[in-house]
């Protein structure tokens, strides 16, 4: 059963547009949203979380916005750069359970045309 | 920021022998360590969770005794691919969790890729 379920699988943006990637969850238990920025042959990086208590946060260019009642979530690259190209892996965990595990979506493979 | 390390970042490995990669924490204690598998442009699954000093769990499909877990020290796990075969080429991923601290204080290896021939 796929937990967190993330459209779409690939997306291009010209520079300068706005990339916007679409997570859904299932699991009302989950109150730890992360998304995880992994560029070919390394390993992820945390790019920017949410917690369920705000419906939106932003870092810089990157925009999360939350959606408790729809279960759905989503991040926002303003103003894309080439250098953004790579995968985008939402995910869903329980903050403050040492036992819990990160659930990941699928993943995105954003290309930003120059 | 929190570091956590992978070696080796490659290793290339005939089929049948073993292959150990390392995860080591290098600025925190790593109570909880995960190991993931990543085939290309396929999203990170989870193969099993260690606590220092205990036991690994795996997940549900992941042969324990091929892929073997040591949780040794607070800063160091290791993961032996057994007898090695093709299928078991992928990218594997290791992931440290800072004292007993939530999701939020988990952070990533940089990836070892195998390749058995």
């Known amino acids: 059963q796929q937990q967190v379920k993330q459209s779409p699988q690939s997306l291009i943006v010209q520079k300068g547009g706005i990339s916007i990637i679409n997570c859904a969850y299932e699991?009302?238990?989950?109150?730890?949203f992360p998304w995880y920025q992994q560029f070919p042959g390394k390993g992820p990086a945390l790019l920017i979380a949410i917690r369920p208590d705000v419906s939106e946060k932003k870092e810089g260019r990157f925009t999360i916005s939350f959606n408790k009642s729809a279960k759905q979530f989503s991040l926002h690259i303003m103003d894309s750069q080439p250098g953004d190209s790579a995968t985008y892996f939402c995910a869903a965990s329980r903050e403050y359970s040492s036992a819990s595990k990160i659930i990941f979506g699928s993943g995105t493979r954003l290309s930003i045309r120059p | 920021g929190a570091v956590v390390s992978q070696h080796p970042s490659r290793v290339i490995c005939k089929s049948g022998t073993s292959v150990k990669i390392e995860c080591r924490s290098l600025d925190f204690q790593a109570t909880t360590m995960f190991w993931y598998r990543q085939f290309p442009k396929q999203s990170l699954m989870l193969m099993a969770t260690?606590?220092?000093?205990?036991?690994?769990?795996?997940e549900q499909g992941v042969e324990k005794d091929k892929f073997l877990i040591n949780h040794a020290s607070l800063t160091l796990s290791t993961l032996t691919v057994t007898s090695a075969h093709p299928e078991d080429s992928s990218f594997y991923i290791c992931?440290?969790?800072?004292?007993?601290?939530?999701?939020?204080?988990?952070?990533f290896g940089p990836g070892t890729r195998l390749t058995v021939l």
């Open positions: 699991n009302t238990a989950f109150d730890y």
């Open positions: 260690s606590n220092e000093g205990s036991k690994a769990t795996y």
């Open positions: 992931s440290a969790r800072s004292g007993t601290g939530g999701a939020d204080t988990q952070y």
